[in-house]
């Protein structure tokens, strides 16, 4: 039986008394299985996974096998459309003046908190935690690199981290300060939730999507939902606690300028990786890796590069982090 596509919604109702739709698909395949949800764009500058949720869909809603998928490209859809991370900002203001509008920090949300509150407690009763799986997606900077974040203590999620064929993965210890992202709260409850951050914010790159989807399908297919042989499994999967990071730092002052790679690339011991122009005597100083690995930072920049200009100027000071290399598997 061929599976079942339908856009829907889910509404939430506003301090102000307005609704707002949240679209959806869900994607029945007729048959038992698990149920994945998959979201994106938590927070309105983080969009690569938006279509990256729509490839997917193209492929599930003809190969669905088994289960049903809900896959929501945009949970934050007024941030989406004010083109902020969270509703309550205005221009470079940093993510943490949220004053509880960061959606990230609002699960399950509540029926009669914030506007914020309000569409996760419409999403959660919905959709979210009829899932038996979840993946969000989110995207960080362009000068940090692509990664899956998991638990130790979690052997379901480090499944889906696996075969995801996303490079690093961050390993965040057993217990620790709790929190209300949907990842821990689903989790709690005996769900499996692999939280995805994509490279690069307020533009959609398509190197970014494919890894998105490709995590994605790749997940399905581990779960049994799609046929399929796995993409991009003899790619190296490196948990960040079992490697070894070494840090590049600015010595001098002045404007560093890249030398043409990207975070995931592989580089050579003694390959160059840029060189900073010194604002004083106007020398060159080459940039080279000390060590051979992946680069997982790369590029000056400074807090809250991820909403304000300045941030990311390529000026650096003594001490600015240019870029670091992981050596894999050495711990």
Not at 51 to 63: G, L, S, T
Not at 88 to 112: F, I, S, V
Not at 147 to 168: H, M, N, Q, S, Y
């Amino acid at each position: 039986m061929a599976p079942t596509t339908e856009v829907k919604h889910v509404i939430a109702k506003l301090e102000n008394g307005d609704e707002v739709k949240i679209p959806y698909w869900e994607i029945d395949s007729g048959a038992e299985g698990p149920v994945l949800f998959v979201l994106s764009n938590q927070h309105g500058n983080e969009i690569n996974g938006c279509e990256a949720i729509r490839r997917f869909v193209e492929i599930a809603k003809v190969e669905l096998q088994k289960g049903k998928v809900f896959a929501m490209p945009s949970a934050n859809i007024l941030a989406l459309r004010k083109r902020r991370p969270h509703i309550n900002l205005g221009p470079e203001q940093p993510y943490g003046d949220d004053e509880g509008h960061n959606m990230n920090r609002t699960w399950p949300g509540k029926a009669d908190g914030n506007d914020t509150e309000r569409q996760s407690y419409a999403i959660w009763e919905g959709v979210a935690k009829h899932a038996t799986h979840v993946i969000d997606l989110h995207s960080w900077s362009r000068f940090s690199a692509t990664g899956g974040i998991t638990k130790a203590d979690r052997p379901e999620v480090r499944a889906l981290a696996d075969v995801a064929a996303i490079r690093f993965v961050h390993v965040r210890k057993p217990g620790g300060k709790a929190d209300k992202t949907i990842s821990a709260y689903t989790n709690g409850r005996g769900g499996a939730c692999y939280t995805i951050e994509l490279t690069t914010q307020y533009a959609i790159v398509e190197h970014e999507v494919e890894r998105g989807r490709r995590a994605v399908l790749n997940i399905a297919k581990h779960l049994g939902m799609i046929d399929g042989e796995l993409e991009g499994q003899d790619e190296p999967v490196i948990y960040l606690d079992k490697a070894k990071e070494t840090e590049i730092e600015a010595e001098t002052t002045g404007l560093f300028v890249e030398a043409g790679l990207a975070t995931w690339d592989y580089v050579e011991k003694g390959q160059k990786l840029g060189h900073i122009m010194n604002d004083e005597t106007l020398e060159t100083h080459e940039i080279v890796a000390p060590v051979s690995g992946y680069l997982k930072e790369y590029g000056i920049r400074r807090p809250n590069c991820d909403v304000a200009l300045p941030a990311q100027h390529p000026y650096a000071s003594v001490g600015d982090l240019i870029a670091s290399i992981v050596e894999p598997d050495v711990g």
